[in-house]
């Protein structure tokens, strides 16, 4: 049986500090794990934690958005999505301001439905909204395999990923970050190697 | 979207397997993991395995994820 608990980890941590020290969660899906668990009220208050670029959802461009919703503007358009997408600002509005085309938004959690998505509606064209990073890009990979395993050519992608070691080059080299570490995103080094993010 | 929870294989069918998450079960695409096999631990990240853990690891992932559900 595991014999860690978070008590113990939160413990040995705090046994760890000190000085002060800053530490940057480069994962969107960090900042809210930590939040909903109270974590910054039982580490040590040295520790300070600052919110980091890496929520694919949050550094989605507004000519991105945009560009959706002019193809959902087409009446033949499914836009498949996962759910964070939907209120993300374009350069006027979000995907949820468009409630006269909302039964043409689908919400997925798993990316792997829109194949079945585009099978149930063959003749609309679906598009998937592929944002992500090194994470999602093998995801996308494998539905556009399966794909064309089943001869579905009615799905689309209007494709946002992205690379982290470039973002994260970009913050490191801000003179003033004041960065003593990072808690680097674990399922990009699932997909690229543990080495992938250390060479930054 | 970007969580990770760890499951058991429970069956495999082509490139999907059923797999029980924390006493939940759902169908995940499982052609990343090689060599894939019926009581195998992975971990699911947007309806996909991308890793394979040992039974050592799943227990850990499954504590923690249950201590911080309920803190």
Redesign the interface.
Known sequence: MCSFVLKDIVDVINKRVSQEIRIMEVCGTHTQAIARAGLSNVLDPRIELVSGPGCPVCVTTEDYIDAAIELLQQPNVLIATFGDMIRVKGSSKSLEDCMEMKTRIKVVYSPFRVLDIAEENPAKQTVFLAIGFETTAPLIAAIVKLALQKGIKNLFFLVGLKQMPTVLEKVLSAKDNKLDALICPGHVSVIMGSEYIICI | ????VPARVISIEG??AVVDMMGFQS???I??IESASVGDYV?I????A??RIDE?AF??Y???CK??SE?
């Open positions: 979207m970007c969580l990770a490139s999907f169908s995940a695409y052609d990343f971990l990240h947007a309806g996909c991308i890793e050592e227990d850990c499954n504590t923690l201590e911080l803190v």
